[in-house]
């Protein structure tokens, strides 16, 4: 292998690959590879892997622990004053360490397999309840992407939910300015209009619309973006009479002191937890959150979690509700999200946990008491303040701003610059009294009295001083201690599977190493403490590191542009589309609303399709699972000049590479449309061929998938896009920083997400690893990938027909293994074998996608042959206990399958009155002896807790 770096991430060595090879039935791992990819893909691309070309030679770790300490010694961090909806916060070292920097936590995989992921559910259920109680509404989700992108989400729930006919959404004018320049973005393609209003000069009266129809909803911030307080029920009350929705923008620690949204008769509350502990990270990633008022849960977008019971009757968490996403709907779903913020969420939520409703309040007021107390200060010195009721921002008129902006700067701050007459000064949880007099003296440029301000409660009006109780729940109130909260962050990392216990083979998901080097700069403050609004110049680091990421994404996927904005694959997917609306309507077409989309393809591409205004037809997939080219060109002559684009995957959702890849891109140019190739496969194709060489005009990235950015038990992730230059100036950003070069090139263009970068706090994972693995190393990656995923298809298709492959009988990195034999003759479903894989020590595959009845493995590169084998050796097993099944050994109602999981207090129960031993129950193979993992519960009844839907913590007694 090419570097050491190398040796480390790809589990198989040169003599397991060996052994694999024979089993797969090729002598070299060049012969596979020359099999399974079609000539016109591989042909297409001669990769540099000697350093010529844009990607780097591989550098060891400590040389690229050295130039990530360069790049983020460029950065200059300053004390941010700016707000805005970032503010500095602490997070506590027991929830760094014990969280954001535990592999138990950040390498899981979305919950999907609840009995496996009870501890970051319960987690989320804290998170959920902590917004429930802090906004006052009844169901909150587990999170979004961030607090510009739940606005949005509040705003199509409103169009979902309203009564009103108006197509109108309402924004008050003290909206966020990254709020306001997103919802103008995703408004238009949806054919909503949008009316901005300064609403605390309205009173209860709803400004009149043109065409007199009135508002679906309206949106308030609270408080606002200038810093203002003031009481909107009046207002709120006037949508809802005229059967609109009420979505409020409000801080959560501002709602510790303020009434709740639902208090004031919001429908919906969104927002973000990132002054929870989460750094600002130069914008990202934060948890989001979004509540609603009974009545609207199942309009809610994202992940939502719930209670419900387990086979044995005791409570289990779960995933409620999922028949509303996007993987089960397609283009009916609520949104396109299809993955949210789960650690940062988890870190918020433990935040509150340890600070708990009082240690809250009295962050707030201390937060609240600073900015009263420079209030003071500032108008002792004689300036005027633009509001008189605010909670942690100042906005001061009439003075020089820009001489006062310099004297903060010189002195270490760096405030808002709003016009040449207002500065705007926002304090949070890390601000001292020290702070507050270089504040003052820096504002009014002359010596302050900035004294404490006992009485600071005049700031707020009394009329919304919150008296109603928030966090009374016992979670809040027990684990105040270091020792208490170390515990229960154990606790609930040993409930869970990630990838510190085994693989996670879980196709379509590339569950793959996420090495500590690359993780390493993560937490840097130099990373980790600039805000993204801060100047340019500070951020020269951090321009270097996306500058160099955009060159090396594109020199991978043969594109010319790349934007890194999108903070998930969802999000780079309705990047990628809504620059292919914005091409065709520059050019006049604005007819071609048509998105062509495989039957095969994952439900996000039919979702972001509709959102991106267009309208899908479904092409046909072929009984060897591809393209059924006969059907596209029958759709493309139906559809015609209103063909806006194709979306397909390469390698295809079935696992393999399509021969007709070319044939089907000139098809669709040919008749005017743009082609999107879905990135979520890239692993099978890094080093070995191009999307941009085979036709594609646009993709999206998958970082958490292909680039080693870690899950995270269900975010964050990270969704670059990927254009030819005809595309690039469509892009978020304008395409991305090397993009932006020319003069007056706009970095906010066409936004997709809050921040200008998206969450580039977690971008030095990704170019670490580009950085180590080099060009070669990227290859033999794909490689080693590749031949995991056949080698597994090959020990085990004699016992489950492998339902799709290519060239050779070969599959690219992820192979679909059929159980639908296994219910038609012996009655095992695929639901039984998934949870005995379980007691057997692993996570499922994938379950029932893109096939129902089926598994789709992906083992990835970084896993080695021992661990390979025993998967191999365990899916084996169970083929023999289900066959034990078929024929009466077992009972159809009671067996090992049937009944897993096992649960340790199952297993030790005094009655045992089933057909099979204990042993075969938990230790179905001696391995498991000494390490095996123990699920805490046993299997979950999903449709239970849908009917019983109850998504917050439940009471210490249920658990008795």
Avoid at 378 to 389: F, I, K, M, V, W
Avoid at 674 to 683: F, H, S
Avoid at 728 to 755: F, H, K, M, T, W
Avoid at 888 to 897: H, M, S, T, V
């Amino acid at each position: 292998m090419s570097t050491s770096f190398a040796r480390r991430h790809i589990g198989t060595t040169p003599a397991d690959q060996a052994t694999m090879l024979q089993a797969v039935g090729h002598p070299t791992l060049d012969s596979l590879m020359d099999a399974a990819i079609p000539p016109a893909v591989a042909s297409s691309f001669s990769p540099s892997t000697d350093g010529s070309g844009a990607l780097p030679e591989a550098a060891t770790e400590a040389e690229t622990l050295a130039e990530l300490r360069t790049l983020a010694d460029a950065n200059t961090l300053t004390t941010s004053l700016i707000g805005l909806g970032y503010y500095g916060t602490h997070t506590p070292s027991v929830i760094q360490r014990n969280v954001f920097e535990n592999p138990s936590w950040y390498t899981a995989y979305t919950p999907y397999q609840p009995e496996i992921s009870q501890g970051r559910l319960e987690a989320l259920i804290n998170f959920q309840t902590m917004v429930e109680d802090l906004t006052g509404l009844a169901i909150a989700n587990s999170s979004m992407l961030d607090e510009a992108t739940a606005v949005v989400e509040g705003m199509l729930l409103a169009r979902r939910a309203s009564k009103a006919k108006s197509r109108t959404f309402l924004v008050d004018e003290d909206v966020l300015p990254q709020t306001r320049r997103l919802l103008e973005h995703r408004a238009e393609a949806t054919g909503i209009r949008l009316a901005f209003a300064d609403l605390a000069a309205a009173g209860s009266t709803l400004p009149v619309t043109d065409d007199g129809e009135g508002y679906f909803g309206a949106f308030v911030q609270y408080p606002g973006a200038s810093g203002r307080v003031w009481d909107p029920s009046g207002i709120l009350a006037a949508v809802t009479a005229a059967g609109g929705i009420a979505v409020v923008g409000a801080d959560l620690l501002a709602l510790t002191l303020l009434k709740a949204p639902g208090e004031l008769g919001a429908d919906v509350a969104v927002g973000t937890s990132q002054r929870f502990g989460v750094p600002m990270g130069f914008g990202g990633p934060h948890a989001g959150y979004m509540a609603v008022r009974k009545g609207l849960e199942r309009q809610l977008p994202g992940r939502l979690v719930g209670v419900s019971k387990d086979a044995d009757g005791a409570p289990a968490y779960r995933l409620a509700l999922q028949t509303r996403e996007q993987h089960i709907r397609r283009e009916k779903a609520t949104s396109n999200i299809c993955t949210a913020q789960v650690l940062l969420a988890v870190m918020a939520s433990m935040y509150a946990v340890y600070h708990g409703p009082d240690g809250l309040k009295r962050i707030a007021r201390r937060v609240h008491d600073a900015a009263a107390s420079l209030a003071t200060a500032l108008t002792g010195a004689g300036l005027t303040l633009e509001h008189e009721s605010f909670f942690d921002t100042v906005r001061v008129t009439g003075l020089d701003a820009q001489a006062a902006w310099d004297r903060l700067r010189a002195a270490g701050y760096t405030a808002h610059l709003v016009d040449a007459e207002t500065l705007q000064v926002a304090v949070d949880e890390t601000t001292t009294p020290a702070d507050l007099a270089r504040i003052a003296t820096a504002v009014a440029g002359t010596v302050t009295d900035s004294r404490e301000v006992s009485d600071a409660v005049g700031h707020l009006p009394e009329t919304l001083a919150r008296t109603s109780e928030y966090l009374t729940h016992s979670t809040f109130h027990r684990y105040h201690s270091e020792t208490a909260m170390m515990r229960y962050l154990k606790r609930l990392a040993d409930a869970d599977y990630g990838l510190d216990r085994g693989m996670i083979p879980l196709g379509s998901c590339t569950m793959k190493l996420n090495a500590a080097t690359e993780m390493a700069a993560v937490s840097w403050p130099e990373f980790a403490g600039l805000h993204p609004f801060a100047p340019e110049a500070d951020s020269a680091g951090y321009r270097t590191l996306i500058a160099d990421l955009e060159g090396w994404l594109a020199e991978i996927t043969g594109y010319d542009a790349v934007s890194l904005q999108p903070n998930a694959g969802s999000q780079g997917e309705l990047a990628g589309l809504l620059a292919i609306r914005g091409y065709h309507r520059s050019r006049g077409d604005e007819q071609r609303e048509v998105c062509l989309i495989p039957s095969s393809a994952h439900g996000t591409n039919a979702a972001s399709a509709v959102l991106a205004g267009m309208r899908v037809v479904v092409v046909r997939c072929d009984e060897a699972g591809n393209v059924d080219v006969a059907d596209l060109h029958a759709k493309i002559a139906e559809h015609g000049e209103a063909l806006a684009a194709l979306m397909i995957t390469y390698p295809s959702t079935h696992g393999v590479y399509e021969h007709e890849v070319r044939t089907i891109t000139d098809a669709v140019h040919a008749a005017g449309g743009q082609v999107y190739i879905d990135g979520a496969n890239l692993n099978a194709l890094v080093g070995y061929g191009r999307f941009g060489d085979v036709g594609g005009d646009v993709s999206h990235l998958n970082l958490h998938k292909t680039f080693c950015i870690p899950h995270g038990g269900g975010g964050p992730g990270v969704g670059p896009v990927a254009a030819k230059s005809h595309l690039a100036p469509y892009l978020p950003g304008g395409g991305g920083v090397r993009e932006q070069v020319s003069e007056g090139a706009d970095p906010l263009a066409n936004p997709i997400s809050a921040a200008p970068f998206g969450s580039p706090s977690i971008l030095p994972i990704t170019w670490a690893y580009v950085r180590m693995m080099g060009a070669q190393g990227l290859r033999e990656a794909t490689g080693a990938a590749v031949l995991a995923a056949n080698y597994v298809a090959a020990r085990l298709r004699s016992a489950f027909p492998v339902l799709y492959t290519g060239d050779g009988d070969l599959v690219a990195h992820e192979c679909i293994l059929d159980l639908r034999p296994l219910k038609t003759s012996w009655g095992v479903t695929v639901d039984d074998v998934a949870k005995r894989l379980i007691d057997y020590g692993f996570h499922s595959p994938t379950m029932s996608f893109p096939v129902a009845g089926t598994l789709m493995v992906e083992p990835t590169e970084s896993e080695d042959l021992g661990e390979l084998d025993r998967f191999v050796e365990a899916m084996l097993a169970i083929h023999a206990e289900a066959e034990k099944v078929g024929a009466g050994a077992w009972p159809k109602d009671d067996n090992p399958l049937v009944n897993a999981p096992h649960t340790a207090a199952a297993a030790v129960a005094s009655d045992w009155s089933h057909p099979y031993s204990r042993e075969t129950a938990v230790y179905p193979v001696p391995s498991l002896v000494r390490g095996k993992y123990w699920t805490p519960v046993r299997r979950v009844d999903q449709a239970f807790g849908d009917r019983n839907l109850v998504c917050s913590c439940p009471p210490p007694e249920a658990f008795a």
